[in-house]
């Protein structure tokens, strides 16, 4: 099986870091690129194909939310999973529309992303 390529769009190196552990306990055959704003994960995914997107919403330089249309137009069907501490009641719905195919709070992050990634890839 093909290793699961994943741009992590995140501008704490904290949350990075968390996150980068977690998915290596999940996936084994992982390789994960990181992005800390908008214009680093545009160009990442301008340079190479990606499996997966899990964006943050708060970048220094822009909103995630204003980042998923321009991802999808450079990779068409590139699944893009929001994973922000902004209010999912206030989000989820608008980041959806935008082209996002789920949002995740953070704080769930540790007993979903896995699930909700596999639900995602079909594996």
């Known amino acids: 099986m093909s ?3 994943v741009l992590l769009v ?4 904290i949350i990075r870091r968390a996150m980068r552990r977690l998915l290596a306990i999940d996936f084994e055959d992982l390789e994960l690129t ?3 704003t908008v214009a680093e994960a545009l160009a990442r ?10 964006l943050d919403l708060g970048l220094p330089d822009g909103s995630g939310l204003d980042a998923i249309a321009p991802m999808r137009a450079r990779q068409p069907g590139l699944p893009i999973l929001v994973v922000s501490s902004q209010p999912e009641s206030q989000y989820a719905e608008p980041c959806r529309r935008a082209g996002a195919v789920d949002f995740l709070a ?3 992050v540790p007993e979903s992303l896995a699930g909700v ?3 995602i ?3």
């Open 3 to 5: 290793p699961l390529r």
């Open 10 to 13: 995140e501008d704490d190196p």
């Open 34 to 36: 990181e992005a800390g």
């Open 45 to 54: 995914v301008d340079e190479e194909p990606f499996d997966l997107v899990l």
């Open 106 to 108: 953070k704080d769930q």
């Open 117 to 119: 990634i596999r639900r």
């Open 121 to 123: 890839r079909g594996l």
